[in-house]
């Protein structure tokens, strides 16, 4: 089995050694194509205003300067694009991609990429254990259950243009609870804030804060589920149709 790795912190990220450590497990034919810098926040976004280029770090591993979507087009379009996966894991996140996040994060987008391209994908994240950023990130719990997380679904007959997501709480490895398959939650909104500051040369400059929310998660929910100590997955598909309300907008221009 060929396995493509990727990700949105950077092809220097400490998640990635853990994704490969994960993959590893799998097989021994891995590949790795990352961003070359951190892309978090990037979602599924396109480098179309300047050129993409590729800076080869080993045996199969490289890096692309661009966004997770460009890491991935251009490992299955032109580096691999001869010899193409079997499987791609994007991740370790450094961070949870939970509920709506999964729209602004890279790390969910490069499985998107990869399942448009009809590849299995998988992406995997991990909780930080306190508020705040940074590498203090404890990767214990994706390392010692991501292969009994992932093995299970490599044979599992996917719906096209569907993936999974996979987050870890941050907890000890031997208190998680188990596995729970649930559906996206919703934060509440309202969450981010803008700090505002000035520049050594005296302009004015925001940036966007990341603010705990108090919420009380649905039922069945990842949110939920995260927050009572188990490993989630939930199954995203690329259809943002709302079916429901097809007829109803249509009905509106009848006549």
Request: charged share 20%; with cysteine; aromatic share 8%.
């Amino acid at each position: 089995m060929r396995i493509l790795l990727t990700n949105d912190d950077g092809v220097y990220a400490p998640g990635l050694k853990v994704l490969e450590k994960i993959a590893r497990t799998l097989s021994d034919d891995i590949w790795i194509v990352a961003p070359s810098e951190e892309q978090s926040g990037a979602g599924h976004s396109l480098t179309l205003t300047r050129p993409v280029r590729i800076r080869k770090h080993g045996e199969q591993h490289f890096s692309v300067t661009g966004t997770p979507t460009d890491a991935v087009l251009m490992a299955v379009g032109h580096l691999m694009k001869d010899s193409p996966p079997d499987l791609i894991l994007s991740g370790v996140n450094r961070g949870a991609n939970i509920a709506e996040d999964v729209t602004y994060s890279g790390t969910v987008s490069a499985a998107m990429e990869g399942t448009l391209a009809g590849f299995r994908s998988i992406a995997m994240s991990q909780l930080y254990a306190r508020e705040g950023m940074g590498d203090t990130i404890p990767f214990a719990c994706a390392e010692a259950w991501g292969e009994k997380v992932v093995q299970p679904l490599l044979d599992l007959p996917m719906t096209p243009r569907t993936l999974l997501n996979i987050n870890f709480p941050a907890i000890d490895p031997a208190t998680v609870k188990g596995v729970k398959t649930v559906r996206q939650g919703f934060h509440d909104y309202g969450r981010s804030s803008i700090v505002e500051g000035t520049d050594p040369r005296g302009y004015r400059y925001y940036w966007f804060g990341l603010e705990t929310t108090v919420h009380t998660p649905d039922h069945g929910t990842d949110l939920e589920a995260i927050a009572d100590g188990y490993i989630t997955i939930t199954p995203l598909h690329l259809d943002l149709t709302h079916y429901e309300s097809l007829n109803m907008v249509r009905a509106a221009f009848d006549g």
